[in-house]
């Protein structure tokens, strides 16, 4: 039998064992202990000293962020199509109304200009967007120069989406912290992860203490249960956190494990016509979380599903990218502008194995299988 190559599995060579037993002897496996604290405290650091309150997914930490902003019943926010659902599905939570942006095609993240005419456009149709969700697909952080000038000028606060991208930056400046609210995920396959999780992130202090009260049920500290507002079941508990702080702790030699079966690839396959990837623009930092290329189905003469079914057969995994959410039958009522750039890397684009503990044979051989698919053709 050959060997099985996932797309992207943890990898658990640190502190996690003994943090977890720790946590275990200590009694405290819920939404109290000091692992919570503690990984929180870890996050804080990496990410230059925003507060942070972490949370049971990243689903639940933009639904919290969008909630702290106000996003309400008829609300409009505006949101990248090309991205995972969960971007977008706690907009309708609230009751607001998502907006898809298409996205450019260097960061593949949403595209500034098209961003300034869907303002001005939602503004003569009678309603400001209350909100904008830009993602960093993939660990590429999105255009935030532009797109943070674009937010000021009229006023809507932007909640970064850094699910994929913790570790990431523009010139220093850490992904998750481009927005009035980041969030990051940490569920199974992410670069790092705690079996689900995920962290709300912010310069308002008050903001994220009321993100932790929020996400205990908004139970007062009293003598007895009392609540005066709704919350939600949404904290992260101290065994997720233990297993949170001992990966955290190996963050960086993750990454470059990562960016370098990137450059693996790179080397590997850029020499073969119709085959591109995506580059880091100047002073951009990606994690590289998954290897993505865009296979030309004119020069190649082979299309991803071609490719896809090839590598299947080998017992290894590879995966299209994300499909655009104004494609998806679920948001098919709403408003989505843009060019066809998303549908155009959709069509394209496969993330190749990332594991971090992929061999350089494996990629030697999955690289060899691309190969031999292109020349069969
Ligand atoms: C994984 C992911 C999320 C959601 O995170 P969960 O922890 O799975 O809820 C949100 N956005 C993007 C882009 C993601 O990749």
Redesign the pocket.
């Known amino acids: 039998m050959l060997k099985s190559i996932p797309l992207s599995t943890p990898v658990f060579n640190g502190n996690e064992n003994n943090f977890s037993i720790e946590a275990l002897d200590s009694n405290q496996i819920s939404t109290a202990g000091k692992f919570i604290n503690e990984f929180e405290e870890e996050i804080k650091k990496r990410i230059g000293g925003f507060e942070v309150a972490v949370t049971n ?4 930490a ?1 639904h919290l962020a969008l909630r702290l902003l106000g996003v309400g019943s008829g609300d409009e926010v505006l949101c990248q199509s090309f ?2 659902c ?2 977008a599905i706690p907009i309708q939570y609230l009751g607001a109304k998502p907006i898809f942006v298409d996205s450019e095609s260097t960061t593949w993240n949403i595209c500034p200009e098209i961003l300034e005419e869907s303002i001005l456009e939602r503004i003569k149709k009678g309603k400001k967007p209350k909100a904008i969700v830009v ?1 960093d ?1 993939f660990g590429m952080p999105a255009k935030f120069k532009e797109i943070n000038v674009i937010a000021a000028k009229y006023g809507i606060p932007i909640v970064e ?1 850094a ?2 991208a913790l570790g990431s930056a523009i010139d220093g400046k850490a992904s998750g912290t481009f927005g009035e609210f980041g ?1 990051y ?3 199974g396959n ?1 670069i790092i992860t705690t079996g ?3 962290a709300l992130v912010s310069t308002d202090s008050n903001a994220i203490e009321k993100a932790k009260y929020l996400s205990v049920q908004a139970r007062e500290n009293y003598k007895y249960y009392l609540h005066k507002e709704i919350g939600y079941n949404y904290r992260m508990n101290n065994m997720a956190a233990a297993i949170g702080l001992a990966q955290i702790q190996n963050l960086d030699r993750k990454i470059s494990f990562r960016r370098n079966i990137f450059e693996n690839y790179k080397r590997l396959l850029l020499d073969i016509p119709g085959i591109s990837t995506i580059h880091e623009p100047d002073g951009f930092y990606s994690n590289r979380w998954l290897s993505t290329f865009l296979i030309n189905k004119l020069e190649t003469g082979i299309s991803i599903e071609d490719l896809r079914l090839a590598l299947i057969k080998e017992n290894i995994e590879s995966r299209y990218l ?1 499909n655009p959410l104004h494609l998806q039958p679920v948001f098919k009522d709403v408003p989505f502008y843009g060019g066809g750039s998303s549908e155009k890397l959709f069509g394209e684009g496969i993330c190749l194995p990332s594991s971090e503990n992929l061999t350089m044979t494996d990629q030697e051989r999955i690289v060899e299988i691309i190969v031999k698919t292109l020349s069969k053709r």
């Open positions: 997914s990243g689903t639940s933009i991205t995972f969960a971007s993602v697909l989406d699910a994929e969030i995920s940490f569920n992410k689900s999780g995920g994300w």
